[in-house]
């Protein structure tokens, strides 16, 4: 295996302790994330273009090195790979589950299903790979609260996981407006790093600027600061090869008032951003259909599946007829 350079940042030539605090600070705790980030970004450390530039390349050199030399790490971290829903069909419409380094969207009603999959996703990521999983942990920041623990382990407890492990492999942050979203993430590397996170969650992406940001006046902040938010999403996705998934809640009949306010949230930032969006709705009863609306790829199609007390979980064909 190819030998690790710089462990901690204060191993990168050109960080003192000085710099390394104010580094941490801005959220860059790893050599990972300085890897990723952009001479401006580390402008606001109080450091040079030049230096900056220096660093950057280091952290970079070191993560190569690995890779590089490491021809089964390369295979293993830098290759793509898949996170099974828990629905054949739903992991199907998605040409083999949801993956890594690219942020994925569910965004649909109320009651819709989203929160349901965003705590099937920590419990499956947590499997083997042969079941589909990616043997590591969960990042999940949480607007409006919904996580629920005894769900996780109902729906750990379905697929043959030691609950107990599986929600000390979930890290829960509570995001209390759109700032401190932001925040979360902005300082989340080594915490993904610490704890082999392998998927993480924003549910709900939207909320928090949505009723923070109203208002035409408000609309290109709200815009720029959620852009930022997603280059940051998806340059942790990457840099850790993670599953990323956000939540966006919309209308199912959007009406006068909201109009065109509610589809940009989502909509047109997201849009930009290269990544697959999913379009869920409720059926009868326990059943809901998910419509893929655009990926880098794959057709548009449909997938039925259904929420039970196990989870997310496929229908049988009758159950599909009676929809
Ligand atoms: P918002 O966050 O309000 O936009 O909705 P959402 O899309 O996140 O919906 P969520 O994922 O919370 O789905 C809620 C639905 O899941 C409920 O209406 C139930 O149908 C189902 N559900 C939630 N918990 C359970 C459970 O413990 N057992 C079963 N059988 N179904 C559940
Ligand atoms: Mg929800």
């Given at each position: 295996m190819g030998k690790v350079k710089y462990k901690r940042i204060e191993d990168l030539p050109g960080v003192g302790p000085a710099t390394a605090k104010k580094l941490r600070e801005l959220g860059f705790s790893t050599v990972e994330s300085i890897a990723m980030a952009s001479v401006k970004e580390l402008a606001q450390?109080?450091?040079?273009e030049k230096r900056a530039e220096e660093i950057i390349n280091a952290a970079r050199s070191a993560i190569a090195l690995t890779f590089v030399k490491a021809e089964e790490l390369l295979k293993m971290q830098q290759s793509v790979e898949r996170l099974t829903t828990g629905s054949k069909a739903l992991d199907n419409l998605l040409g083999g589950g949801l993956e890594t380094q690219t942020i994925t969207e569910f965004y649909g009603e109320?009651?819709?299903?989203k929160s349901q999959i965003c705590m099937q996703l920590c419990v499956n990521v947590q499997l083997p790979k042969e079941r589909g999983g990616l043997e590591g942990g969960a990042l999940y920041i949480d607007t409006e609260h919904t996580f629920r623990t005894e769900r996780v382990i109902q729906m750990a407890k379905h697929v043959g996981l030691d609950p107990k492990e599986v929600v000390q492999n979930i890290i829960y942050a509570e995001a209390f407006t759109s700032d401190h979203q932001m925040f979360l993430l902005d300082h989340a590397d080594e915490v993904i790093k610490e704890n082999n996170v392998r998927l993480i969650i924003i549910d709900s992406l939207t909320a928090h600027f949505r009723s923070e940001y109203v208002g035409r006046e408000s609309l290109a902040e709200r815009q720029q600061k959620l852009s930022r938010h997603l280059h940051k999403l998806i340059r942790l996705a990457r840099a850790f090869n993670a599953v990323a998934v956000v939540t966006n809640q919309v209308m199912a009949k959007p009406d006068v008032f909201y109009g065109n306010a509610?589809?940009?949230?989502?909509?047109h930032i997201l849009a930009h951003t290269s990544h697959t969006r999913i379009y869920l709705r409720k059926g009868k009863g326990n059943i809901r259909i998910a419509r893929?609306?655009?990926?880098?790829y794959l057709p548009e199609g449909e997938a039925v599946f259904k929420i039970t007390g196990n989870g997310i979980e496929d229908v049988s064909e009758g159950e599909v007829k009676r929809r």
């Open positions: 450390a109080g450091i040079g109320f009651g819709s299903g509610v589809a940009p949230v989502g909509g893929l609306v655009s990926s880098p």
